[in-house]
């Protein structure tokens, strides 16, 4: 998915601007950009999910809107909210904030990417910056192996090759 930056309106509408394009609204009509956020919020933030469609009867355009509004309202031009899958959300000003029971589910979601023992190990060393020799090393495994269990957490993360691997585990609020 390219760069995508989310607002919400004074009045309270969500509106969204692809690269280069000019702001649109989303609507139910946003079948795109809703489909491809829904699929990323059921993959990384299952609990999310979940509340998000109890709440909104499965209803995918409501559901976005909601997740929209509490992770990523605020309009700026650092970062783009979701920028090749990988989201970066924003501190959200709303009057809830430390009351708010779906706080850590709805808003600022935890994940619950589910790695094993070994696969956390060999992913702590990574995001420190050892190499595949290193890690193979320093837990007496074989290169093969290492290898091995970050290409499953490459997969169990939705990214495109290991190197994105840093990126989604840094920013996108996943606990090992």
């Not at 059921?42 to 992770?71: G, H």
């Not at 290492?146 to 994105?164: A, F, H, I, P, W």
Request: aromatic letters at 8%; proline letters at 2%; hydrophobic letters at 35%.
């Amino acid at each position: 998915m390219e760069g995508i930056e989310f607002f919400t309106s004074p009045e309270g509408q969500v509106y969204y601007r692809k690269d280069g394009q000019e702001a649109k609204r989303l609507t139910k009509f946003s079948t795109d950009i809703v489909n491809k956020v829904v699929t990323l919020v059921r993959n990384r933030f299952p609990e999310c999910y979940s509340r998000l469609a109890i709440l909104y009867k499965k209803n995918a355009s409501q559901m976005v809107d909601r997740f929209v509004r509490c992770n990523f309202g605020e309009h700026d031009l650092l970062t783009k909210d979701i920028d090749e899958d990988i989201m970066h959300f924003e501190e959200v000003r709303c009057p809830l904030r430390g009351i708010c029971k779906d706080e850590h589910i709805i808003c600022k979601p935890k994940s619950l990417v589910r790695l094993s023992k070994g696969e956390q190990e060999v992913v702590k060393l990574y995001l420190n910056g050892s190499t595949l020799d290193h890690i193979a090393e320093q837990l007496h495994k074989n290169r093969n192996t290492v290898k091995s269990q970050l290409l499953r957490v490459r997969d169990k993360l939705g990214v495109k090759n290991c190197r994105e691997i840093i990126r989604v585990m840094r920013m996108g609020g996943y606990m090992l």
